[in-house]
């Protein structure tokens, strides 16, 4: 697997002022490398949102220096920080946030259009994306006339549609009932065993399992990071630690047991 | 983005709206509307006093004699100044073409055979040419010196046998006097011939000078011949130089063409003869009396400026229903920028830039102001249609004002959308993502 850097966050800082100065990230440093399958957990306040929005582009560290497909976000203008967003990353949310007038197809290629790409160009590739997340048959459906693990494909069809750096996924199965659940993970595996890297915030530890390693936040710092690479000393050796792990977070039994066998059957 | 783009995704927006968006047009419509119809209606009004001065009219220059101070219209103030060897040397003058007396002469009625009809006004003594060939539906002019008459139809069909060519009219002058008078043509129109007559409809009969107002200034001593404007008497009694030197309240000149320069020729030739000491009337005309000669477009010209002031009052109160109608645009896309709050996040997240929203609200804006523009334009000109038949007025559209509605529809939407679509630009995406 390339080892080059997807991500990479140096000594973040980010403090908010709400009256008296908030540490919302209290020197964080991380590096996320390409075609790499990363979780964030933590509790609520734990920074995790914090961390997304830096990696997202959304937001400026107040110190340090978060890259992004080679670039520092913290340096760069509004202008060009939203076209590294629009390019290198690539959103999905908890909620979906689909734009309700426009059907499957323009949702996927909404991130092309202000890039500039032409129409035909678009549609094409939005298209082929559909067709890769099975909803070829819905590309004319409005949101609100697809399911919510159909929604979250499209979702993510969009994210991937400028074929970005990093996809950054909050909670993208926060909505969702546990078979769509795991359709939709079983996506995530598919894409990232294609070279996608993932990036995927959630308080659920069966989701999380599906990471290549799970970094744990506390209070704006690194808790710790639990590697949970699986591709270099075979599955059979992590499987019973992963059942082990899972143990606390309660359901997570027989839905997360066959995704993660069958992700790991791609992954070999 | 390009700009077709947004075209297509605010037209979507628009479209997701439907009522709103109609009810936002509906003020720009309105306002819009009212500017159009009221425009259209003014140059109609226009258009139709302009074409009741007809083409030979056009060369006709009126003049009186009235205090310069005098205000009001044709003959307001005259006195009869002029006399039948002024009006002769007038005529001969260079650019004069012709030269006449106006007069009008009181009467009690007006008799066809056994059957008689009261009218007041009802002779009006001028030259030959006062009624053109072209204005004659049948018959000729009459001929100077002779009893003979040009009727119009109004005159014509009072009776209950309509009076044809030949016939012989009898009228009863003022005083009880009877003079009878052959009719050798009937005109195409009722309407008055000239400003001193007035335009509207009425029983006109129309003689020569010479001999019926001669007779009749002969008979009162002077030039009695009255339009009702007073002094007459006064002034006809002061001046009186006896029989056959009648006094004319107003005279007719014609330019050689209706060109400007030609009537201007004509008019300061005819003022500069009248002035010298060669004219009868210079012997009257001095500080309080001098001579006025107009067109029958510069007399309206008055009536105009009233018109053209009323319209402007009106288009100016339809304007400011024009500014409602904005204000009700920006309101409208304040409240679709806050209710679409998630919607902006999410196109910034997928690397929309300011410029991009920005464009996307603006050009929803502009659409609206366009849109209302484009049905106001048709429904004010479908107004001003309807209203100019109603008064009956050829119907003029003023194409510029239709342009301009165009241009202010795209202006308001501009203004009227820069705010919101500015406050949309700079919504932070992170608390939009958040907003509920």
């Known amino acids: 697997m390339a080892r080059e850097t997807a991500v990479a966050l140096e000594n973040v800082r980010k403090t908010y002022r709400i009256g008296e100065p908030v540490h919302a990230l209290d020197g964080v440093s991380l590096a996320v490398p390409r075609g790499s399958y990363t979780a964030i957990m933590g509790p609520s306040g734990s ?67 202000f890039q500039g790409i032409d129409r035909a160009e678009r549609r094409e590739r939005a298209r082929d994306l559909l067709e890769r997340v099975g909803l070829g048959d819905r590309a004319e459906h409005l949101p609100n006339e697809l399911s919510g693990g159909q929604r979250q494909r499209v979702a993510l069809a969009r994210a991937l549609v400028n074929d970005p750096a990093i996809v950054l996924a909050d909670e993208p199965s926060g909505n969702l009932d546990t078979d769509t659940e795991a359709d939709i993970l079983d996506l995530f595996d598919e894409f990232h065993a294609a070279g996608t890297t993932m990036l995927v915030v959630t308080h659920e530890r069966h989701v999380a399992d599906r990471a290549d390693r799970i970094v744990h936040l506390l209070d704006g710092t690194i808790e710790r990071i639990e590697d949970l690479e699986r591709g270099n000393d075979g599955g059979s050796a992590v499987d019973p630690g992963r059942g082990t792990e899972t143990t606390p977070d309660a359901d997570a039994d027989s839905e997360t047991g066959s995704p993660t066998g069958r992700r790991e059957a791609d992954s070999e | 983005m390009n700009p077709l783009e947004s075209l297509r995704l605010s037209w979507r927006s628009i479209r997701g709206h439907k009522l709103r968006s109609a009810l936002t047009t509906l003020g720009i419509v309105i ?20 074409g009741d001065i007809s083409p030979d009219d056009r060369r006709n220059v009126y003049g009186w004699a009235a205090d310069p101070d005098t205000e009001g219209g044709p003959l307001a103030g005259a006195q009869p100044v002029f006399t039948p060897d002024d009006l002769d040397s007038v005529a001969s003058q260079p650019d004069v073409a012709a030269a006449y007396g106006y007069a009008t002469i009181q009467t009690q009625a007006i008799s066809n055979g056994n059957e008689t009809v009261a009218q007041g006004n009802g002779l009006i003594a001028t030259g030959p040419s006062y009624i053109r060939e072209g204005r004659l539906a049948e018959g000729r002019q009459f001929e100077r010196g002779d009893r003979e008459a040009v009727v119009n139809p109004a005159a014509a069909n009072q009776f209950e046998e309509n009076v044809t060519i030949g016939d012989e009219l009898t009228v009863t002058i003022l005083g009880g006097e009877r003079t009878t008078l052959e009719v050798v043509g009937i005109t195409d129109t009722s309407e008055g011939q000239s400003p001193f007559e007035g335009f509207e409809s009425s029983p006109r009969v129309y003689v020569p000078t010479d001999p019926y107002y001669v007779e009749q200034a002969a008979g009162l001593g002077i030039g009695g011949g009255s339009d009702g404007s007073g002094n007459d008497t006064g002034a006809g009694s002061e001046n009186g130089t006896g029989t056959g030197d009648a006094r004319f309240l107003a005279i007719i000149i014609e330019a050689d063409s209706a060109a400007q320069s ?12 009248l002035e010298s000491e060669q004219s009868d009337a210079s012997e009257l005309l001095g500080d309080d009396l001098a ?53 902006i996040g999410i196109m910034k997240a997928v690397g929309a830039q300011n410029r991009d929203v920005l464009g996307l609200f603006l050009t929803e804006a502009v659409i609206l102001g366009v849109i209302g523009a484009i049905l106001g334009t048709g429904l004010g000109l479908l107004g001003g249609y309807l209203g100019a038949q109603y008064i009956d007025l050829p119907l003029v559209y ?19 959308g820069l705010y919101p ?12 993502l958040r907003y509920e």
């Open chain 1, 47 to 113: 920074g995790k949102s914090t961390l997304m929005n830096l990696v997202g582009c959304l937001d400026t560290p107040t110190a340090g220096e978060v890259v992004v497909g080679g670039r520092p976000v913290g340096e760069l203008e509004d202008r060009e920080r939203t076209r590294l967003r629009g390019t290198e990353v690539g959103f999905v949310f908890q909620t979906f946030n689909l734009m309700p007038r426009l059907n499957a197809l323009e949702n996927v290629a909404l991130p092309q259009l």
């Open chain 2, 31 to 50: 306002g819009i509307a009212a500017v159009i119809a009221f425009v259209t209606l003014g140059a109609s009004l226009q258009a139709g006093i302009i």
């Open chain 2, 262 to 273: 030609d009537i201007d020729a004509a008019r300061e030739s005819a003022t500069a003869y």
């Open chain 2, 291 to 343: 001579v006025t000669f107009q067109t029958s477009t510069e007399l309206l010209q008055q009536l105009q400026d009233v018109l053209a002031l009323l319209r402007n009052f009106i288009v100016g109160i339809a304007a400011i229903s024009l500014l409602v109608g904005s204000i009700g645009i920006a309101n409208i896309m304040l409240v679709s920028v806050t209710e679409r709050t998630r919607e």
């Open chain 2, 398 to 416: 003023p194409l510029e004002y239709v342009a301009l509605a165009i241009g202010v529809g795209v202006l308001v939407g501009i203004l009227a």
């Open chain 2, 421 to 432: 679509a500015w406050r949309a630009a700079r919504t932070d995406p992170i608390d939009a």
